[in-house]
T-cell receptor
Framework: DTAVSQTPKYLVTQMGNDKSIKCEQN?????MYWYKQDSKKFLKIMFS???????INETVPNRFSPKSPDKAHLNLHINSLELGDSAVYFC????????????FGPGTRLTVT | GENVEQHPSTLSVQEGDSAVIKCTYS??????FPWYKQELGKRPQLIID?????GEKKDQRIAVTLNKTAKHFSLHITETQPEDSAVYFC???????????FGDGTTLTVKP
């Protein structure tokens, strides 16, 4: 069984469009995250949710809006996409609030043209 | 907040040699130090971790050491193989942080 899954795997869209990425984990973890990995391979946290509540927002533009309908799901909606949003977005989950033992999803490669 | 620095950014070794990647952290409250391996086009995966009550941990060819006083920790890979080629990330976190702070990654290339 897949532990952390994301859809879609690839997303190609034009500037100004709105898109969403979905994430689900079946590990029973309390905490979920969104990361952005740019072309330089840096792994930067964007958001952290614990039991559906936002814990961390790392100064991400408000065009990015995460939503957690329950603790197994964390979705990311992006409005008015820009060229600089092109990156791989990873969802992850962990059992507690300390960021321990994170399991990552397969990633969503977003290309904005 | 926590700041994690990782060195070197790139590392090339011959198959069979050892590889060492070093990280320093700034927040003395950090007590959990994982290492993630990311192969090309794949997701990061946890390969080993260490908690602050332990100075060293080994798992087959990989080991991690922690020096709390100096606030640094290192990943050691012995008898490297081409399949060890990947980007390695260190991280640090503490209870209630809500996240781990990641280093910038080290690209390890093992030449056959």
């Amino acid at each position: 069984d897949t532990a952390v899954s994301q859809t879609p795997k690839y997303l190609v869209t034009q500037m100004g469009n709105d898109k969403s990425i979905k994430c689900e984990q079946n590990l029973g973890h309390d905490t979920m995250y969104w990361y952005k990995q740019d072309s330089k391979k840096f792994l930067k946290i964007m958001f952290s949710y614990n039991n559906k509540e936002l814990i961390i927002n790392e100064t991400v533009p408000n065009r990015f809006s995460p939503k957690s309908p329950d603790k197994a799901h964390l979705n990311l909606h992006i409005n008015s996409l820009e060229l600089g949003d092109s990156a791989v977005y990873f969802c992850a989950s962990s059992p507690g609030l300390a960021g321990y033992e994170q399991y990552f999803g397969p990633g969503t490669r977003l290309t904005v043209t | 907040g926590e700041n994690v620095e990782q060195h070197p950014s790139t590392l090339s070794v011959q198959e069979g040699d050892s590889a060492v990647i070093k990280c320093t952290y700034s927040d003395s409250a950090s007590n959990y130090f994982p290492w993630y391996k990311q192969e090309l086009g794949k997701r990061p995966q946890l390969i080993i971790d260490i908690r602050s009550n332990v100075g060293e941990k080994k798992d087959q060819r990989i080991a991690v050491t922690l020096n709390k006083t100096a606030k640094h920790f290192s990943l050691h890979i012995t008898e490297t193989q081409p399949e060890d080629s990947a980007v390695y990330f260190c991280a640090a976190s503490y209870p209630g942080a809500g996240k781990s702070t990641f280093g910038d990654g080290t690209t390890l290339t093992v030449k056959p």
